[in-house]
């Protein structure tokens, strides 16, 4: 199967190592096209989550698609000498805020000259491109926003956002220390690790391989910690839906919930349909999950597809 031209490497924004990946035409290319697909991920923000969910949106509607990593939640390889700006030193570079800041220089850099920018978020995704279009210029230039089980409304009470307050968050310190002892197994043992959590979990015993790699990238402790903070800021930042946004931009928004997600329950599907009736909801069936990468990667990924095709 043709996967098209694919390319990844590590780039400096806002002053992090960044990971970013393209399907199509990398960041620097000329390219032919004035269509652009940008995914900006969830919480955990690791690239390789997202790899055939991508690639197939690419291979349908054969547009440049690029997605880009959150600040922190993956380290290059020491070989590269890029480090990391500390946690502790620069907190403004890591939370809700600094993701938001992270994705809008990038965008001004590498997409300014795009005449059709395609914005698609996933879980806190959703909220940095809703926030993304408080700036004019990538608003001017953005004609669509797909937003998929959309974390942009009172996420601390949701179940699962409960659960990370109260218990989670809490667990960290421990979690953190956790992976500190994980990182000195050798990296065949990682993996098996991973891979045998993820069959009991999921029953799935045929794996992509980025799945596993994936979660290993986040087993390591600075990366745990990143993705930590990202979650904590997320549950204090992400309110009240923003009714600026919304009114303004409405019409080129469309967001899609699952009835059995528990970061983003159905009440807040109703709740967007009842208070901006005008934005374009769907309800999906109960098997598209929040974390949805693992099972139906490829269906949603068509669903999105025909979407774009569709937009009006």
Request: hydrophobic share 40%; aromatic share 12%.
């Amino acid at each position: 199967m043709d996967r098209g031209t694919i390319r990844t490497d590590w780039i400096t924004v806002n002053g992090v190592p960044t990971r970013v990946k393209t399907w199509g035409g990398w960041i620097e290319d000329d390219l032919e096209v004035d269509s652009l697909i940008l995914f900006i991920p969830a919480t955990p923000g690791v690239t390789d989550f997202y790899d055939k969910f991508l690639e197939t949106l690419y291979l349908n509607l054969r547009i440049p698609v690029w997605v880009i990593g959150h600040a922190g939640l993956q380290l290059p390889s020491p070989y590269r000498h890029l480090d990391l700006p500390s946690i502790k030193h620069n907190p403004h570079l890591y939370d809700l805020n600094g993701q938001i800041e992270h994705k809008k220089q990038f965008i001004n850099r590498y997409i300014k000259k795009m005449k059709c920018l395609n914005l698609i978020g996933h879980s806190i995704g959703a909220k940095i491109c809703i926030e993304l279009m408080k700036n004019d210029d990538i608003a001017n230039k953005t004609k669509q926003i797909h937003l998929l089980f959309p974390a942009i409304h009172q996420l601390a009470n949701t179940p699962k956002g409960w659960m990370f307050t109260r218990i989670w968050s809490k667990l960290a310190p421990l979690v953190i220390f956790m992976t500190h002892l994980f990182i000195c197994l050798p990296y065949y043992i990682r993996y098996t690790i991973i891979r045998i959590i993820i069959i009991l979990r999921t029953y799935i015993l045929s794996i992509e391989p980025c799945y596993i790699h994936a979660i290993l990238e986040l087993t390591k402790p600075q990366c745990t910690r990143c993705a930590f903070f990202l979650g904590q800021s997320s549950m204090m930042s992400v309110r009240d839906l923003d009714d600026d946004v919304m009114t303004r931009h409405h019409a080129m928004i469309r967001a899609y919930f699952s009835p059995s997600d528990k970061w983003v329950p159905k009440s807040h599907y109703e709740y967007l349909r009842k208070q901006y009736p005008y934005v374009k909801t769907q309800l999906l069936e109960p098997n598209y999950k929040h974390d949805f990468l693992l099972n139906t990667s490829v269906p949603i990924a068509n669903k999105i597809s025909n979407e774009i095709k569709s937009f009006t």
